[in-house]
């Protein structure tokens, strides 16, 4: 083309054109600065840029327009089309005429149809780190190139390379930046919205958080939580609308949620868009469509409130630009919704938790109003309120519970069977300092003897064949407590030592075990048995009887403080008349004179069971109980025999005999009852003539104690006691 300019020039106007596309830090800059360096430099009248995109492999061209113009881009060239497959695959300069390149490259002159090819020349745009395309000098006029020109050309080739990726650095740098800053806003919405809605326990708080941030960040005028209740299969919504200058409108509805506009969300779980004419469409049967509509809002979006893969609700929300809901934005709200989701759950389950809470305050009410009620209950009945009577004997019982009760002495409680002795000891536990603490009971006669040591004092492990586990015993649950021996005489003579030291030296010893264990237990014993006649003839230890009678209490019998029978014979009627929701008011004179002439061989307890009797076949409010069924229910009856029968043993004088141990003998230095001697004779007579009828035998099917209908060992027990011998029988008759 000959030179346009000297070297020295040449090399000055390559510096000015690489000091002025230095300046352009982006890609568009960048091409306006290339426009206008045909002008510049004279050797071509366009410049175009063909850049690689790795992604997709393709090239585009950036194709100038009339001589100064701007650029056309087009894209999806391939690389090694047209000249591309010298410059680009070969990295060397491709020049050609006009006609040969319309010649050899139509397809990709056609892209040319504003520029006039006389000369075409492209350069690969290459630098030291990477290929980045080619570029394109074309002349209008038909020229050519000498070395020189080639040599500049690929100079500022080497410019323009630089300045590229130079812009595309700055253009990725500025697109990283965006990103970050996209990711910092996109953090900083959800980071605020978190904070606003995860400390809200109450939904109504919840909402109103929620409808603001999202309001503020996302511009949505509109904004609805709708919940699901599984129990009713509804929907129940709460909606706040921000309407300008006017402030928000807050709204609340219910419904099927079959017919809720979201109900597709609980089948699909992903959002759902509602453009303009689905709402109107959904607006006729849907109030909150209405609105929206009416309102003049384009498009509503529903994002799923997804827990465990279960829809707990939808996220309902509105605006009046069409285009609100990007991609980007239904993104980021289903980030939201999850955040929302928590707090929902939360909210529901402080509202499950404040509501048992309250349930269960209520109730702790209402059971410390029966507990204060029990309590009471139970201080009267344990303080007194079952040992029921007036009479000069029960008095002087309760006196000297009264005096031995706040001491902790050992008290021995004797006295027939069905006197009462377990109420008694309850009695002065209640009434003594260890009160707070339990009364552990033990009947010594119910366990049976090889597992009575276990029970009392405790076992090891592997102590024996079955102590799979180690386990306390009565005396150490006893502690700091009282423990209570009922039927003391019945244990065995082998166990009474270890029970005379616990009660000596306070301290146990478990089955298997060797180590001590302190207990801080005070002892109540009873017993119905003559532990003074089984002490002589050694069937119990000396010494531990006098341990346990420290403080004797002996319970007089019913029959011995008969004025007490009405009063407990009314109390057991009324009990049992309540328990049974009978309305039983009184007792007929004829009855109450029959109680009052037996002799209660069983105590309060045979009496309480002939009442409860009587209440059940009571009919109406007046208490009766015939003597026929008194006597049936006593077995004997009251009336005396006939000189011929042979009838159960104390059938005039002392009925249930055959349940009724031994009573106690009188205390010494009393006298003897007039009534009870002439009790004692009828009931030897009767012996006598039974045995007489039996020849003697007392035991079997056919002997005595099947005839008299007791038990074979207590009628040898009240034989001892008359001084009856089978074998003096025969020298009696």
Same mark, same amino acid.
């Given at each position: 083309m000959g030179e346009a300019h000297s070297l020295a020039e040449r090399y000055e106007l390559l510096l000015d054109v690489s000091e002025i596309l230095e300046l352009n830090r982006d890609l568009n800059s960048l091409l306006g600065a290339l426009c206008d360096l045909?002008?510049?430099?004279?050797?071509?009248?366009?410049?175009?840029?063909?850049?690689?995109d790795a992604p997709t492999d393709t090239m585009t061209l950036f194709s100038q327009g009339d001589v100064g113009g701007g650029y056309a881009r087009i894209d999806g060239l391939a690389p090694t089309e047209g000249p591309g497959q010298v410059v680009w695959a070969r990295q060397r300069p491709f020049v050609c005429s006009g006609e040969e390149y319309r010649r050899h490259f139509l397809k990709i002159a056609a892209l040319r149809r504003n520029q006039r090819v006389g000369l075409y020349c492209q350069m690969p745009l290459t630098t030291?780190?990477?290929?980045?395309?080619?570029?394109?000098?074309?002349?209008?006029?038909?020229?050519?190139?000498?070395?020189?020109?080639?040599?500049?050309?690929?100079?500022?080739?080497?410019?323009?390379?630089?300045?590229?990726?130079?812009?595309?650095?700055?253009?990725?740098?500025?697109?990283?930046?965006?990103?970050?800053?996209?990711?910092?806003?996109?953090?900083?919405?959800?980071?605020?919205?978190?904070?606003?809605?995860?400390?809200?326990?109450?939904?109504?708080?919840?909402?109103?958080?929620?409808s603001r941030s999202i309001h503020r960040f996302f511009g949505v005028d509109f904004v609805s939580l709708d919940l699901v209740d599984p129990a009713t299969a509804t929907i129940k919504s709460r909606s706040v609308y921000f309407q300008k200058g006017l402030g928000p409108v807050w709204g609340s509805a219910q419904g099927p949620l079959g017919a809720s506009p979201m109900a597709p969300l609980f089948e699909t779980k992903a959002p759902r868009i509602l453009a303009r004419a689905d709402l109107g469409a959904l607006a006729r049967g849907h109030d909150q469509m209405t609105l929206l509509t009416n309102a003049g809002f384009q498009v509503a979006c529903g994002i799923p409130l997804l827990s465990a893969g279960h829809v707990l609700g939808v996220l309902t929300l509105a605006s009046r630009e069409r285009d609100k809901f990007t991609d980007y934005n239904i993104g980021l709200l289903g980030e939201v919704a999850s955040r929302i989701c928590i707090a929902v759950e939360n909210a529901?389950?402080?509202?499950?938790?404040?509501?048992?809470?309250?349930?269960?305050?209520?109730?702790?009410?209402?059971?410390?109003?029966?507990?204060?009620?029990?309590?009471?209950?139970?201080?009267?009945?344990?303080?007194?309120?079952?040992?029921?009577?007036?009479?000069?004997?029960?008095?002087?019982?309760?006196?000297?519970?009264?005096?031995?009760?706040?001491?902790?002495?050992?008290?021995?409680?004797?006295?027939?069977?069905?006197?009462?002795?377990?109420?008694?000891a309850r009695a002065i536990h209640m009434?003594?300092?260890?009160?707070?603490?339990?009364?552990?009971?033990?009947?010594?006669?119910?366990?049976?003897?090889?597992?009575?040591?276990?029970?009392?004092?405790?076992?090891?492990?592997?102590?024996?064949?079955?102590?799979?586990?180690?386990?306390?015993?009565?005396?150490?649950?006893?502690?700091?407590?009282?423990?209570?021996?009922?039927?003391?005489?019945?244990?065995?003579?082998?166990?009474?030592?270890?029970?005379?030291?616990?009660?000596?030296?306070?301290? &146990? /010893? $478990?089955?298997?075990?060797?180590?001590?264990? +302190? *207990?801080?237990?005070?002892?109540?014993?009873?017993?119905?048995?003559? %532990?003074?006649?089984?002490?002589?003839?050694?069937?119990?230890?000396?010494d531990l009887y006098y341990r346990l009678n420290v403080f004797p209490i002996l319970i007089p019998p019913l029959r011995e403080r008969r004025e007490d029978i009405p009063l407990?014979?009314?109390?057991?009627?009324?009990?049992?008349?309540?328990?049974?929701?009978?309305?039983?008011?009184?007792?007929?004179?004829?009855?109450?004179?029959?109680l009052l002439n037996l002799p209660w061989p069983g105590n309060v307890r045979e009496l309480q069971?002939? &009442? /409860? $009797?009587?209440?059940?076949?009571?009919?109406? +409010? *007046?208490?009766?109980?015939?003597?026929?069924?008194?006597?049936?229910? %006593?077995?004997?009856?009251?009336?005396?025999?006939?000189?011929?029968?042979?009838?159960?043993?104390?059938?005039?004088v002392l009925p249930s005999a055959a349940s009724a141990p031994d009573p106690l003998p009188p205390p010494a230095g009393s006298s003897p009852n007039p009534g009870d001697l002439a009790g004692e004779a009828i009931e030897r007579d009767q012996i006598l003539r039974v045995l007489r009828e039996t020849n003697g035998i007392v035991g079997g099917p056919r002997g005595a104690a099947a005839h008299l209908g007791m038990k074979r060992t207590t009628l040898l027990s009240r034989m001892r006691r008359l001084g009856i011998s089978p074998k003096e029988v025969d020298h009696r008759a």
């Open positions: 045909p002008a510049s430099i004279g050797l071509f009248d366009y410049v175009n840029l063909l850049l690689y030291s780190q990477r290929r980045l395309g080619g570029v394109e000098f074309i002349s209008s006029r038909p020229t050519t190139y000498d070395e020189d020109d080639l040599t500049f050309l690929r100079r500022v080739a080497s410019v323009i390379a630089i300045s590229v990726e130079n812009a595309l650095i700055g253009e990725m740098r500025q697109m990283e930046e965006e990103r970050l800053r996209g990711e910092r806003d996109h953090n900083h919405i959800l980071v605020e919205v978190t904070n606003a809605v995860i400390s809200k326990l109450k939904l109504e708080d919840l909402v109103d958080e929620v529901l389950a402080y509202g499950e938790i404040s509501r048992l809470k309250d349930q269960l305050s209520r109730e702790n009410k209402q059971l410390a109003k029966e507990r204060y009620y029990l309590e009471e209950e139970i201080r009267r009945t344990e303080d007194f309120g079952d040992i029921i009577g007036i009479s000069p004997a029960i008095r002087g019982v309760l006196e000297q519970v009264e005096l031995v009760a706040d001491s902790d002495s050992t008290v021995l409680i004797l006295g027939e069977t069905g006197t009462g002795k377990e109420l008694i009434l003594s300092q260890r009160k707070k603490r339990t009364m552990i009971k033990v009947n010594c006669a119910a366990i049976p003897s090889a597992l009575l040591e276990s029970d009392l004092f405790g076992h090891e492990k592997g102590a024996f064949t079955g102590a799979i586990a180690q386990k306390s015993g009565r005396f150490e649950l006893a502690d700091r407590g009282t423990l209570f021996l009922d039927e003391v005489g019945d244990i065995p003579i082998d166990l009474q030592p270890k029970l005379l030291r616990a009660l000596q030296e306070r301290e &146990i /010893e $478990r089955v298997g075990g060797h180590q001590p264990i +302190p *207990v801080d237990v005070r002892m109540i014993a009873a017993t119905n048995r003559d %532990l003074t006649g089984m002490v002589e003839k050694r069937l119990f230890r000396g407990m014979a009314d109390y057991f009627m009324r009990k049992t008349a309540r328990k049974m929701n009978r309305a039983i008011e009184a007792f007929s004179a004829e009855t109450m004179d029959m069971n002939v &009442i /409860e $009797r009587a209440v059940i076949l009571t009919k109406g +409010p *007046v208490l009766h109980l015939p003597a026929t069924e008194l006597r049936h229910h %006593l077995a004997p009856s009251a009336a005396l025999p006939s000189e011929d029968a042979v009838i159960p043993l104390r059938a005039a």
